[in-house]
Structures are given as C-alpha cells and as structure tokens.
C-alpha cells in the first residue's frame, strides 16, 4: 500500500510517497521531493510532476494527507497565501488516490512534533536550559501543553492540548491578529501600514514578505530598533520607550508608504545583513523583537508548559540572529505576567521537514498505521 503526504507552504511544497509492507508494518520511502508553488497552477499539477517519474506501474494511492496554509473546513479549501482553491475529491479522482485528507499547515506541524529527538531542537529561552548550541541534545519534555509557532511565507500558530496520554492539536489563525507595537518606533511603523492596510495583522511583518516590509521602512525613515544598542550589556529597561529625541511625526501622506524600496528578498536581507548592512541588520534585529514579543503574547493566551515550539523556514536560517537578546528580552517583557512566561521553554526545530512529518503521521493516525 502506498501513502502519500504533502506540506504545502505559501512558497514551496514538500512530498513524500512511502511504501507500507503489510506483512511486517514496515516501511520504505519511494521519493521525496520540493517543488517551488509558483511554478504550478495547482497541487494536482504538483503531485502528477511528483508521481510520474517514479515510474510505479499501476499505482494506488491508499490514502494522502496535505497541510495547507490557510482554514481547513472541508473538502475544498481556499490557500490564504497562495492563488488555489484545492478539491480533496478533484486531486482524488486525477490523481488516483483512494481518500484525500486535508489538515492545516500547522496542525501538521504541531503533530510533527511528537516525531521529533532532542537533537532537532535548539534552546532559544530556558529557566533551565542554556538557550547556547551544543552538542547535548536538548530534553524532550513529555506533559503540559504546548504551542507551534512558525514564520514563513505566513504566520503560523497551533495550540496543542494535553489530554493527560497524547498531544491534541487545534486549529487555529493566531498569525492574524493585530500587530502591537512594544515601542515607538514600532508605532510608527503601525501608522506606515494603515496606509495600505485597514487590518495589520502580526503576519504583515512577522513572515519572509513581512521581514522584506520591514527592510522597506527602515530605508524610508532612519528610526532606531526598538532596543537601539547593539551589546546586550546595554540592554536594559531605559533603552525602551525612551528615543524622545529620535521621535518622527505620526503625520504621514500615502506617497509615504512604498513597498518597492524592498529591493531584496528575505534572503537577501539575511546575507546583506550578515555582510554589515545597517539597513538589514535593523530589520532583521526588529523581527526577531517583534517575533519573541509575539509568542509571549500568544503564551498569555494560551500557556505551554511543555514549551513553544518554532518552526516555519526563516527561524532556522537566522538562529544566529534569534540567539541575540533582542527575541528573548521581548519574549519576557509582559508586565505583571512576566513569570508566567518566564517558566515557559522555547524551542527552535531545525527540521524544516517538520509539517511533512505532521501529515504523514496524520496518515498513519486516520489509516490506523503502526509504523515500525
């Protein structure tokens, strides 16, 4: 029998077709691949340009499962940040598989987490733990609940509850709710994007395209990072709210807001920054400020003993930049309820396989697989 699994991302789409023996419950992988979405006019188009060169004679697909960015309801599902609609009983019948499921992206990815060593996981923030890479694998906490948090094309935010036995993942749109600023220059920043949208959501600046916007506003106006100095030693409770002298007017026209001084993509950014880029180092120490702010708000709401998880495909590729004190000094800035994020672990997944793992293992849940 054959299962097929999918993590669909605003960007890229990543397959893998397995192979059960049903004598044994064994398992072999037939392929695995990543396709660039933009290249395709839909997930059928993808899964056929997946399936055919595997050159399988007769093949069936018993069961699939796809995390999709975007509210899953049913069957056919609108993709927030992609232009698709999918039809789970459309790519059935063209693609010949016996039943489609369709679950969130980070749904998938919350359940991918269950699959995970100690040696995929580095330790951002612990009261514990030394949040420094080594080569000690990092303990995998086994109660209480949890959160999956990921920046990538979007935003994503799963809750996960433990029942006492398992991990049960909810869905959820947490990526979408309002952007708050921690700081003047933040505020600003806010008013710059009213002139484009009515609703900024945190996904409007915590995301690839959100880290480009960013880097499209600090060329438009010469504010300083919400925690301006450089060396952590000169991190402290004065250095936020307190640019007086570097305040800007609120008063800006539309002309004001122009989002082709992008320039480069989120990538790029990454590298120019790396290279000593003024103008991208403040944008990316702003994104991890304003990412380590969010996920202690999000832990407000929904507490993770067991810890918060970071997935998504830009944590990874600027730990560096995440293990600077700028995202945990902003995780633990909350006031009066500081200690209770402050007993709360963070984890950053380095498997960028993570949601394809997530929907296999959805497979296996709804099959009743036991892979050994």
Not at 198 to 215: C, D
Not at 331 to 339: A, I, P, V, W, Y
Request: charged share 15%; with cysteine.
């Amino acid at each position: 029998m054959y299962y097929l699994a999918g993590d669909i991302g605003g960007t890229k789409a990543l397959l893998q077709l397995i192979k059960i023996n049903a004598e044994n419950n064994t398992h072999i992988t037939c392929g695995q691949k990543r396709f660039l979405c933009h290249k395709f006019d839909s997930l059928e188009s993808i899964i056929s340009s997946f399936i055919r060169p595997l050159n399988i004679s007769n093949l069936v697909i018993e069961s699939a499962c796809f995390g999709l960015p975007g509210p899953v309801n049913g069957s056919k599902v609108k993709l927030t940040n992609l232009p698709w609609i999918v039809d789970a009983h459309q790519i059935e019948k063209t693609c010949s598989i016996q039943k489609v499921h369709f679950v969130n992206d980070f749904y998938a990815a919350a359940l991918g987490v269950d699959t995970l060593t100690g040696k995929e996981l580095v330790s951002l923030y612990s009261q514990d733990i030394s949040s420094k890479v080594n080569e000690m694998s990092v303990p995998m906490p086994t109660q209480g609940n949890r959160l999956v948090v990921g920046a990538g094309t979007g935003l994503g935010v799963a809750p996960v509850y433990f029942d006492g036995k398992q991990f049960l993942p909810q869905n959820s749109e947490g990526g979408h709710f309002e952007f708050a600023p921690i700081s003047d220059t933040q505020q600003i920043l806010l008013q710059w994007l009213w002139q484009q949208w009515e609703h900024v959501s945190y996904e409007r600046v915590l995301s690839g395209p959100g880290l480009e916007t960013l880097y499209a506003f600090f060329i438009a106006h010469d504010l300083p990072t919400t925690y301006s100095e450089t060396s952590s030693q000169n991190l402290n409770k004065n250095t936020l709210h307190s640019r007086q002298d570097n305040k800007v007017g609120l008063d800006f026209t539309v002309k004001d807001f122009d989002l082709s001084q992008k320039n480069l993509n989120a990538e790029q950014i990454s590298q120019a920054a790396g290279n000593g880029d003024p103008v991208a180092i403040k944008a990316l120490l702003e994104f991890v400020t304003i990412y380590g702010a969010f996920i202690g708000a999000v832990a407000l709401v929904w507490p993770a003993q067991n810890g918060i998880y970071l997935a998504g495909g830009i944590a990874v590729k600027i730990l560096d930049w995440m293990q600077k004190p700028y995202f945990k000094k902003a995780f633990l800035e909350k006031g009066r309820m500081t200690q209770i994020v402050e007993r709360t672990p963070v984890y950053l997944v380095t498997d960028e396989s993570l949601g394809l793992r997530g929907a296999m293992r959805q497979n296996q849940i709804t099959s009743g697989l036991k892979l050994s």
